[in-house]
Structure formats: C-alpha cells, structure tokens
C-alpha cells in the first residue's frame, strides 16, 4: 500500500480541505434561510428562485465536506477527550447531509407549486411549516458548528503545535 507523507499538521495536503467545503456550506443554507424570509414578508419571488439553489448547490456540497471531514479526521491524532466531540460531530455531519437534501427536495416541490401559481396568480408564498423546518436546520447547523470550532480551538485538531505535542506523548 502508498502512503502520501504526512505534513507538520497531520494532512497529506498543505490544508485542511474540510472547513473551506463547510464554510460554504453554511453560508448557503444561512443565505437561503434569509432569502426565504425576505421574500415571505416581501413576497419577491426571485429570492425564492435564490434560495432554491442555494439549498441545490449546499445539498451537493454538503457530502463533500462531510467525505473530506471523515478524512482529515481519520489522520487526526485524537485524544480520549475529544472522543465524544469528534463522534457527534460525525453523526450530526452525516445526519445533516440527509436532512438538507430532503429540505431541498422539499424546497423543489415548494418551487414548483410557486411557478405554477405565478402563472395562476394563486400563490406567492413560502408555507410557515417550510420557514419552521429550515429554522430547526439553522439550529442543527449552530450546533454543528460549534462542535467543529471545539474540535479545532479546543482540542487543536490539524493544528501544528498540538500535533507535534501528540507526536510526542505531551498530550
């Protein structure tokens, strides 16, 4: 088997890969959650239009983050007390890519029903269940990251220092 040599932060790569694919993933579930409730009070169909493939695009990029993450965390030299941290991060990470590809599913349907109503003139509306469901995905995405910003600040994971002490029995 070939193996990639590791560099001073335990990656086969200058950086983690994982955050930057995260990073984007957030600010395209939060920027559809502001779309969708600007244009439920402004009734602007176009920031449904944007939201929309916001939640597409974050609903691919989602698994990508969650594959890179599965990686680097693999590489990472983890301490017993990290343990927990990194395995509910794992679950909420997996478990967050489902349910933000069954939001978008139902954000296509909600975006189907919202063009034939503008030709029908009938509805221009997001339904409040919808608004409901992706405030308890904002939440679940809060809490996710806040347990990969303990990861990093707290238990220094991909963190030169903190591997070099790992490396050497310090911590």
Sequence with gaps: MLALPLNSENLPYPDPIHP????FVIAMVFFSFFCDVVGYFTHNLRLFEVSFWNMFVASGAIFLA??????????????KAAEPTLNFHTVMGWSLSVIVVGITAWRYVIRDRLRRGQRDRHSSKIPPAYLGVATFLICLVCLQVYLGSKLFWVYGF????VVEAMKQGVL
């Design 66 to 79: 969650v594959i890179f993450g599965q990686f680097e965390a693999g590489l990472a030299q983890v301490s």
């Design 158 to 161: 991909h963190v030169k220092p």
């Design 20 to 23: 930057i694919i995260v990073h």
